[in-house]
């Protein structure tokens, strides 16, 4: 029979525990967590200029076993931030080293809080490779955790890129035009000799009367005619400018004879 009390109570403890340890109440306990960022290289020249504090890196916070970043896409309102494993990248990076920023106790529900909080400020379509990166989202998780950002020589080259935009390559500048919109356009409009002119001495009731606007439409199509449409445009123009200067002659020869 006490065997059988002991191992009643120990079952009773057992199935009191696994209650109180219910998936809800795990998220609550605090416990110490150390955020640390993981740094890789995206190019093999960072080995010449990293002692410099510069060079291309990319970056992941680590949390509770996991790595989280930031990457772009087209998907509109869809978070750009992942999860993966730590220490792990594409083969187009390179594993270099382990910063460890600082120390804090917490609980998970926080910390997820925080995340869920940032994956709607880090849209995959907002990622920009020098303005907002991998980068500045570690160094934006990290100071909303701890209050600290990530040492300054993992994002400074992007920084410093910034003010040089114009040397870059468009793919590292996305908002830099790639081509002429006049000449990629499929139809342009060109009016010449467009307007009513005034001349001297006349009033713009008379101009009204006696002038008219040459208005032209030139497409891509027309180009060989060219020519042959401006020098028409020019010749209506004379013409006009022809009879005004005529009624103007006439009414200066009526004025005349009424004097007379």
Same mark, same amino acid.
Do not use: W
């Given at each position: 029979h006490q065997i059988e009390n002991v191992t009643g109570k120990?079952?009773?403890?057992?199935?009191?525990?696994?209650?109180?340890?219910?998936?809800?109440?795990?998220?609550?306990i605090e416990l110490d967590l150390t955020v640390a960022i993981n740094i890789?290289?995206?190019?093999?020249? #960072?080995?010449?200029?990293? $002692?410099?504090?510069?060079?291309?890196?990319? !970056?992941? @916070?680590?949390? +509770?076993?996991?790595?989280y970043s930031f990457g772009g896409?087209?998907?509109?309102?869809?978070?750009?931030?992942?999860?993966?494993?730590p220490k792990t990248s594409e083969e187009n990076c390179i594993y270099r080293e382990t910063v460890v920023i600082g120390e804090i106790r917490t609980t998970r529900k926080k910390i997820y809080k925080i995340i869920e909080e940032l994956k709607l400020e880090f849209l995959g379509t907002s990622y920009h490779p020098l303005k907002f990166n991998c980068n500045y989202f570690v160094d934006t998780c990290c100071k909303r955790i701890l209050g600290k950002g990530i040492p300054g020589y993992v994002n400074r080259l992007p920084y410093l890129?910034?003010?040089?935009?114009?040397?870059?390559?468009?793919?590292?500048?996305? #908002?830099?035009?790639?081509? $002429?919109?006049?000449?990629?356009?499929?139809? !342009?409009? @060109?009016?010449? +000799?467009?307007?009513?002119?005034?001349?001297?001495?006349?009033?713009?009731?008379?101009n009204n009367n006696n002038n008219t606007t040459t208005v032209l439409v030139i497409n891509?199509?027309?180009?060989?005619?060219?020519?042959?449409?401006?020098?028409?445009?020019?010749?209506?123009?004379?013409?006009?400018?022809?009879?005004?200067?005529?009624?103007?002659?006439?009414?200066?020869?009526?004025?005349?004879?009424?004097?007379?």
């Open positions: 120990k079952i009773k403890k057992f199935k009191t525990f696994i209650k109180e340890a219910s998936p809800k109440s795990i998220m609550d890789y290289d995206l190019v093999e020249y #960072n080995k010449y200029v990293y $002692d410099f504090g510069l060079g291309a890196f990319h !970056s992941g @916070v680590e949390l +509770f076993g996991v790595e896409h087209q998907i509109e309102n869809v978070t750009g931030i992942f999860r993966t494993t890129a910034t003010y040089f935009q114009c040397l870059l390559p468009a793919i590292l500048n996305p #908002n830099v035009p790639t081509g $002429d919109p006049i000449e990629n356009s499929k139809e !342009s409009n @060109v009016i010449p +000799f467009s307007g009513n002119g005034v001349k001297l001495g006349s009033s713009s009731n008379d891509e199509n027309n180009n060989s005619n060219m020519r042959e449409i401006l020098a028409k445009a020019a010749l209506s123009r004379h013409n006009v400018s022809k009879r005004n200067n005529n009624n103007n002659n006439n009414n200066n020869e009526d004025e005349n004879d009424n004097v007379m």
